[in-house]
């Protein structure tokens, strides 16, 4: 089973912040990695798929990289409504999702 | 417009039974591969099972021997028949497309006596 380490589990930032969170595949995915973005109560929304592609509607702001075994989820500038849980996922053999990296006001 | 709907959830006693399902509009659940994913409370995501277009079907080891999803092509719904169910399956059960580009809103299962 192909396992994932999501870090930081917790981030404090501010309005503003260049944020980065960071997932290591236990193997090759090659470039089926997934972001989601997830509000208490609410289903997870997808933000990039592919490892760096962007789903239709959401903002620039959120870009992804790498492929293999890490990849990067970056958020240029946050914003007040990002201020969530985000979860990278695998999606190379099953699925198999990130522990959640909470993004917590400063 | 896509749409995942699904229901069935509830409070079940433990070792009892429940059928979810995951009524979907705007596409064809056939032509699809879908996914059961749960969230316990309080914690991350977890993937439970899949169904591919061929038929293929595979299980999270958590739920192996317990759980068994289908789909009902005339309906355009899926299924998660879940027997032996334990606390441990506490969870809300969501639906999703594909590798995850459409997912239900999700449905409670409470196991406890």
């Known amino acids: 089973d192909i396992q994932m380490t999501q870090s930081p589990s917790t981030l404090s930032a501010s309005v503003g912040d260049r944020v980065t969170i960071t997932c290591r595949a236990s193997q090759s995915v090659s470039i089926w990695l997934a972001w989601y973005q997830q509000k208490p109560g609410k289903a997870p929304n997808l933000l990039i798929s592919k490892a760096s592609s962007l789903e239709s509607g959401v903002p620039s702001r959120f870009s992804g990289s790498g492929s293999g075994t890490e990849f990067t989820l970056t958020i240029s500038s946050l914003q007040p409504d990002d201020f969530a849980t985000y979860y990278c996922?695998?999606?190379?053999?099953?699925?198999?999702f990130g522990q959640g990296t909470k993004v917590e006001i400063k | 417009e896509v749409q995942l709907v699904e229901s069935g959830g509830g409070l079940i006693q433990p070792g009892g039974s429940l059928r979810l399902s995951c009524a979907a509009s705007?596409?064809?659940?056939?032509?699809?591969?879908m996914s059961w994913v749960r969230q316990a409370p309080g914690k991350g995501l977890e993937w439970v099972s899949v169904?591919?277009?061929?038929?293929?079907?595979y299980y999270a080891d958590s739920v192996k021997g317990r759980f068994t999803i289908s789909r009902d092509n005339s309906k355009n719904t899926l299924y998660l028949q879940m027997n032996s169910l334990r606390a441990e399956d506490t969870a809300v059960y969501y639906c999703?497309?594909?590798?995850?580009?459409?997912w239900g809103q999700g449905t409670l299962v409470t196991v406890s006596s």
């Open positions: 999703a497309r594909e590798w995850g580009k459409a």
């Open positions: 705007g596409f064809t659940v056939s032509s699809n591969y």
């Open positions: 996922q695998q999606y190379n053999s099953y699925w198999t």
């Open positions: 169904f591919y277009t061929g038929g293929g079907t």
